[in-house]
């Protein structure tokens, strides 16, 4: 139409890139539902609950991906010049900027709220009382567990006492100390009962990571921080650092098991205690 | 040389070097910081291909590295910390190097004066000060990949206590300093080029040159600017006090009792989580500094060549206004898991899907603008249209990042890098390309081969694509930032291939990246003439000056602006364009 | 259906704005400039004001947060603040006398009163490094505590600034010598003036800083 009301023509360059369109869009619906690589196996019982957030958020951004990009490759599919017609001068709708403006919002107010329900659960609840309690220590580049022992009392730790083979400065003299079990990036807990972590950094930022728990929080060195998460599958899992500390970064890495029970966590205890 | 003319008097003619080199005109200068940057961009470029060839073969041996890379490849194995110094200076060159300096150094000093139709910048002696200090500072930067005790490792956001104890990782001693300095020096040219660009564009608009008449460029770059001069001193100052934790015994951001290879550091009461609050207040309005010119460019471009209006442009100069506003209380989300007050956690969720909104709002008008158009495919509207088509894809997984809850599994992994590399990199790049591309024969007075132009957007979208949005399938795994080799985890080896796929198709971006060096400076001095002054017929002042301009841009006389710069297929014009510069008559009543 | 933007009247043509007073647009060439109603000198004072500020805002926000770290310990100020403190409002008010003559077209006064100004700036600068040295004598250095690094910095970073500041009064000076300040064209002065008072301002904004901790 000459005053560009109808379709364009329909160019070689503008089919192209509308095709190229369409085929991100399939591919990521692909990736993004079939799931050929996805989120490591879920371990912990509030990672649930991030997960399905993330599953919120995804179908949001998804609808919002594919028609958006969708409504792209088919304008450049169908607008190409022609070499005589006009195109449309309209170019302005306020009802329409508003609609999809307040669409827009009440959509990302929505999601802004069902985060905060997952993060308060997470950070403004109250902690479980009845816990396997550890304190992690980051260092450059290893991850060492403390456990309190049977009488649930950590003993004295004093950095004057660190060297190469205690290297969180255990006060062994101190009669608390005397069933803590320390060990290097090894770490163990019961399945079914909610772990405390305590976290600390002797040098730089490390961060712990539990990619199947879900959790990950920075060891800031100046600062105790506590996570805690309930993990729901026996298995062993990997631990990692997610924060740049430094040359061995990449290799700072523990294990997490699992213990199908409190007995069988407490004959791992035994177990590490006498080393 | 620093005073303009009219044309009334003449002027000695000045030598190759005053006028090539150590020149005041903001044309030349824009060039300078054009070509200055592309350099960088091979220097940053090359070491994120080093980067993808390990992250593909962590554990391959590779002889011929070892004879080019000696020291870094000791054994034909790259050596971790060279991983981490890649990381750092790439992400380094990268932001300020390229992106903030061609953009809105580049383009900025080029288009200013001649879009708004002045003769040069406010203080054009201040405007060269501010590329030989840019320049300078890239020669520090470039010098710190060279120190014999490492090039720096903190990563580019530099977090203390990593950055702030020169034994906590080789190349955090005069490395970093380096480091510093040359974001130092950045910073003052950026300030002086800032205080060029807001000063001319308010005082030396030509008549009739309303604010509301300016091409969303002139927009975008104003509040660029204003933005990069409320956050760039705070990056400063915290620079200043990272420096005197360095090298003058401070704890600024060190806490008491660290201990760094079972030895206690002499440090006292500081707070790394400063440093964090510090660095992002001023980083992430850095991010808007970087996307918002290209967002106007892109605008303007992608309106001349749907030969169409922008739409609503009205709420495309509100929505950069309120993304500027907003930049400044997000910052936090670079910080959810960081052990900062979870509270302020929810706060920094609200503001940051808050400032989603605008965002949403540009892209319903850029889709606007090309629905109903008459789409001209040179490589520039191509460039445009993939701007809009990458910035779609980056922003929206901005919002997973940006819901707290969610963010605590996708912080610092991949997730992440494919985030802000789409809305922040490639995006922007697109942006540039465009311009590069539209502008190229208003700078040159010759066309670019528009040939090589089409290959090297469809490999570069392409190429893009395949690298970035893979990136966001390996965070979803797990996969961490910053890590030299993913395969010493098992929960990450069974997502190697995709790793392989990435870096393939990284080299396949780099290599068709010549495709438009070549392009650009053979088609300098042997591209096909431009003859016309408006081969685009695009409306803005620029196109009514001769290609190139000459010094003082529009001889005899100054423009005379009628109307804004977006009347392309006005009914009842016999042209489908009308330049700001032609006057309204009465039958144009639309 | 399309919308007629404001800007677009028909037929008539805008007269063009008046030549704004004082200040000069990048081109001599009549009749083009904006009409923005402030100068383009004035305009990069505030601008550069505005970064100036911003560095210190950013400094200050650092010493707020670490002021409630256990760490932190006040250090006893040099006495010599506050005289140095008196020099520098009395050379505000010097040049602030310095810029009323000049409009009177006074011009001896002018230039007596720049000089008095100057001088009290470079004085103050003396004195901070002298209040340093009392520092020093005490054995308080950049690294002895937390407040006591942020003192050295911020007063250093305050001493170059108004460092800046004495250059640009002696340029403005020797203009002054050479009679190229007007009563009605006196521009340099009074920039130089704006960015002596805000200096000024931010002394007294970081003195108070450092004395109510």
Redesign the interface.
Same mark, same amino acid.
């Given at each position: 139409m000459a005053d560009g009301s109808g379709p364009g023509r329909i160019t070689l360059s503008g089919i192209v890139l509308a095709a190229l369109i369409l085929i991100l869009i399939v591919a990521s619906l692909y990736f993004f539902i079939a799931q050929p690589y996805w989120f490591p196996t879920l371990a912990s019982e509030h990672g649930r609950r991030i997960d399905s957030l993330f599953m919120a958020v995804l179908i949001v951004t998804g609808i919002a991906f594919v028609l958006v990009q969708g409504a792209l490759g088919f304008f450049i599919a169908r607008y190409g010049e022609n070499g005589s017609e006009r195109a449309s001068?309209?170019?302005?709708n306020p009802k329409a900027e508003a609609f999809l403006l307040i669409t827009t919002a009440v959509i990302l107010t929505v999601l802004v709220f069902m985060g905060q329900r997952v993060w308060a659960s997470i950070y403004f609840s109250d902690q479980p009382a009845d816990a396997t309690i550890i304190q992690v220590t980051g260092e450059q580049f290893s991850w060492t567990f403390h456990y309190p022992g049977a009488d649930g009392q950590f003993g004295r730790t004093d950095t004057k006492l660190i060297t190469n083979t205690n290297n969180i400065g255990l006060d062994r003299e101190d009669p608390q100390a005397k069933d803590d079990v320390v060990s290097q990036n090894v770490m163990h807990a019961p399945a079914g009962k909610p772990v405390r972590v305590r976290l600390r950094s002797k040098d730089v930022i490390h961060s712990f990571f539990l990619p199947n728990f879900r959790i990950k929080q920075d060891a800031v060195p100046g600062m105790g921080i506590e996570v805690w998460f309930t993990p729901t599958r026996t298995g062993q899992y990997e631990i990692a650092c997610a924060e740049l500390c430094g040359l061995g970064h990449y290799r700072m890495k523990g294990f997490l098991t699992i213990d199908e029970s409190q007995d069988a966590f407490n004959k791992w205890l035994a177990e590490a205690a006498k080393q | 040389m620093s005073?303009?003319?009219?044309g009334?008097h003449a002027h000695p003619e000045l030598g190759f070097i005053r006028k090539y080199i150590f020149s005041t005109d903001h044309k030349i200068i824009g060039i300078q910081y054009m070509i200055t940057a592309m350099a960088m961009a091979v220097v940053g470029g090359l070491l994120s291909m080093l980067m993808r060839y390990q992250l593909a073969w962590p554990q391959g041996v590779s002889p011929l590295m070892a004879k080019i890379f000696p020291v870094a490849y000791n054994g034909g194995v790259m050596e971790p910390g060279f991983y981490i110094s890649l990381v750092t200076m790439h992400g380094t060159i990268m932001v300020f190097f390229l992106f903030t300096a061609v953009l809105t150094g580049g383009f900025g000093n080029f288009l200013i004066p001649l879009q708004i139709?002045?003769?040069? +910048?406010?203080?054009?002696f201040l405007n060269a000060l501010s590329y030989w200090v840019f320049l300078l500072s890239c020669i520090v930067i470039f010098a710190a990949l060279f120190v014999s005790s490492g090039a720096p490792m903190g990563g580019w956001t530099a977090y203390a206590p990593l950055s702030a104890i020169p034994a906590a990782a080789p190349g955090q001693a005069t490395g970093m300093t380096l480091w510093i300095t040359a974001i130092a020096l950045f910073s003052a040219s950026g300030?002086m080029g %800032?205080?060029n660009y807001?000063? $001319?564009i308010? $005082?030396?608009?030509?008549?009739?040159?309303?604010m +509301?008449?300016l091409p969303l460029t002139q927009w975008s770059l104003l509040v660029t600017s204003i933005l990069g001069? *409320?956050?760039?001193?705070?990056?400063? %100052?915290?620079g200043?006090?990272l420096m @005197?934790d360095r090298l %003058?015994?401070?704890? @600024?951001f060190v806490p008491?009792g660290i201990i760094m290879n079972q030895m206690p550091v002499d440090h006292?009461? %500081?707070?790394p989580l400063?440093w964090q609050?510090?660095f992002w207040?001023f980083g992430h309005p850095e991010v808007y500094i970087v996307v918002l010119p290209a967002m106007g460019m892109a605008s303007d471009i992608l309106s001349t060549f749907c030969r169409k209006p922008i739409f609503s442009?009205r709420m495309m100069v509100y929505s950069m206004i309120a993304i500027a506003v907003l930049s400044f209380v997000v910052w936090g989300h670079h910080m959810f898991v960081s052990g900062m007050n979870p509270f302020l956690g929810s706060v920094f969720t609200l503001t940051t899907l808050l400032i989603a909104v605008p965002s949403a709002v540009k892209t319903f008008n850029w889709l606007g603008t090309v629905w109903g158009a008459r789409i001209r495919f040179t490589p520039a509207a191509l460039f445009a249209l993939g701007f809009v088509s990458m910035f779609v894809s980056g922003g929206l997984s901005g919002i997973f990042l940006g819901t707290s809850a969610a963010d605590i599994q996708l912080q610092d992994t991949y997730f992440v890098v494919a985030h802000f590399h789409l809305v922040m990199a490639i995006a922007p790049l697109f942006a540039a390309f465009g311009g590069l591309y539209f502008w190229f024969p208003k700078m040159f007075g010759r066309f670019m081969n528009p040939t090589l132009g089409k290959i090297h957007f469809w490999f570069t979208f392409i190429g893009a694509y395949c690298v970035f949005f893979p990136m966001h399938i390996i965070g979803v795994g797990g996969q961490m930032r910053r890590i030299y080799d993913p395969t010493q985890y098992m929960f990450l080896q069974q997502q190697q291939p995709v790793n392989v796929f990435i870096s393939i198709s990284a080299f396949v971006l780099g290599a068709a990246q010549l495709v438009f060096l070549f392009n650009f400076l053979f088609s300098i001095f042997a591209g096909k003439r431009a003859l016309e002054r408006n081969p685009w017929h695009a409306t803005t002042l620029e196109w009514t000056a001769p290609s190139p301009p000459g010094h003082g841009n529009f001889p005899p006389? *100054?423009p005379?602006v009628?109307?804004?710069p977006f009347d392309f297929s006005m009914?009842g014009e016999r042209e489908d364009y009308v330049p700001q510069t032609v006057?309204? $008559?009465?039958t144009?009543?639309? | 259906?399309?919308?007629?933007?404001e800007?677009?009247?028909?037929?008539i043509?805008?007269p063009?704005?008046p030549v704004?007073p004082g200040?000069r647009?990048?081109?001599?060439?009549s009749?083009?400039?904006?009409s923005?109603p402030?100068?383009?000198g004035q305009? /990069?004072v505030w601008?550069?004001l505005? /970064?100036?500020l911003?560095?210190?805002?950013?400094?200050s926000? /650092?010493y707020i947060?670490?002021r409630g770290?256990? /760490?932190?310990q006040n250090i006893e100020l040099p006495w010599l603040l506050w005289p140095n403190t008196a020099i520098l409002l009395l050379s505000s008010v010097a040049i602030d006398i310095s810029r009323r003559a000049v409009r009177r077209n006074d011009m001896q006064s002018m230039k007596r009163w720049l000089a008095v100004g100057g001088i009290l700036g470079f004085a103050f600068l003396i004195g901070q490094l002298a209040a340093w040295r009392q520092l020093v004598h005490a054995g308080v250095?950049?690294?002895s505590?937390?407040q006591s690094?942020f003192f050295y910095?911020l007063t250093g970073?305050h001493g170059l600034h108004l460092l800046g500041g004495v250059v640009a009064l002696g340029v403005v000076f020797g203009k002054a010598l050479k009679n190229r300040l007007t009563a009605f064209n006196y521009e340099p002065l009074k920039l130089c003036a704006m960015y002596w008072h805000v200096m000024d301002g931010l002394w007294i904004y970081l003195f108070l800083l450092l004395l109510l901790s």
């Open positions: 001068y309209w170019h302005d | 005073e303009s003319h009219s009334d139709g002045a003769r040069d +910048m406010a203080f054009p300030l %800032g205080l807001i000063t $001319t308010l $005082t030396l608009r030509t008549r009739g040159m309303s +509301m008449r001069l *409320l956050a760039f001193p705070v990056l400063l %100052g915290a200043i006090l @005197f %003058g015994g401070t704890s @600024f008491a006292s009461g %500081g707070h400063l609050h510090l207040f442009y006389e *100054l005379t009628y109307r804004w009914p006057p309204v $008559t009465i144009a009543r639309h | 259906m399309p919308v007629v933007t800007e677009r009247r028909t037929g043509v805008p063009p704005p704004p200040g647009g990048g081109d001599d060439s009749g083009s400039g904006s923005f402030i100068s383009k305009i /990069a601008i550069l505005t /970064a100036v911003m560095l210190f805002a950013g400094l926000s /650092a947060v670490l770290v256990p /760490a932190w250095y950049v690294p505590t937390l690094g910095i970073l």
